[in-house]
């Protein structure tokens, strides 16, 4: 494994109520991702981080935000939470940008928002 | 926008059996392909990386072959045991902005 850990790994929560999701790593990987999985669906990207203070947005990125402040860290906030945020998240990370290493994935975060 | 399709969604084989898994991508513009497991509750593992000028990539009992041109690839598990049941992914790596493109996946089971 590549170290990577999700905290919390389970949460409920209420509409309108802001989230936020951690994601560690003690690879020293350059670049981290944020993707949902939602069934029937493939991942979805959700913001990537290609260095600390250095975040660009992914294809589902609206009601989310990010923060890096440190290598090992990478936040994901969702601002006012609604039920369509409702997922499974993943946090992933990479020496290389994208896919052009593999990318290693924690073990996920189950969201229910009531 | 790049489309990633995995068909079937569920496959459900007898132990000893050879697996064969497809993915189709609709944009042949990509830098890579990866093959990878996902067990109940957890994240993801990769298995394989195919880069776009490679024909095929071999780990184990396992080989993924790609063909860019058509925009297929294929993932193939021999002999396979109820340790490979688990979901499979495949992903794409867009050349023109370095983002992974993930298919549904296919859901195994391997039957004793």
């Known amino acids: 494994d590549a170290g990577i850990t999700q905290s919390p790994r389970h949460k409920v929560t209420e509409t309108g109520t802001p989230v936020t999701l951690r994601c560690h790593q003690t690879?020293?990987?350059?670049?981290m991702y944020w993707y949902r999985q939602d069934p029937g669906h493939g991942l979805r990207l959700i913001h990537y981080?290609?260095?600390?203070?250095?975040?660009d947005k992914g294809e589902v990125s609206d009601g989310y935000s990010v923060s890096r402040s440190k290598t090992e860290d990478f936040l994901l906030t969702l601002e006012s939470a609604t039920s369509s945020q409702t997922s499974v998240y993943f946090c992933?990370?990479?020496?290389?940008?994208?896919?052009?290493?593999?990318?290693?994935f924690g073990p996920g975060t189950r969201l229910l928002v009531l | 926008k790049q489309e990633v399709t995995q068909i079937p969604a569920a496959l459900s084989v007898p132990e000893g059996e050879n697996l064969v898994l497809n993915c189709s991508f609709t944009?042949?513009?990509?830098?890579?392909l990866q093959w990878f497991r996902q067990d109940p509750g957890k994240g993801l593992t990769s298995l394989l990386l195919?880069?776009?000028?490679?024909r095929e990539q071999t780990s184990g009992r396992l080989n993924a072959s790609l063909d860019k041109s058509s925009g297929r690839s294929t993932l193939y598990i021999a002999a396979s045991q109820p340790g490979d049941s688990a979901t499979y992914l495949c992903?794409?790596?867009?050349?023109?902005?370095?983002?992974?493109?993930f298919g549904a996946g296919t859901t195994v089971t391997v039957r004793a």
């Open positions: 992933a990370t990479s020496a290389g940008l994208g896919g052009q290493e593999t990318q290693y």
């Open positions: 690879e020293n990987h350059r670049y």
């Open positions: 981080s290609y260095g600390v203070k250095d975040t």
């Open positions: 944009d042949s513009a990509i830098y890579n």
């Open positions: 195919i880069q776009s000028s490679q």
């Open positions: 992903a794409v790596l867009r050349s023109n902005d370095y983002k992974l493109s």
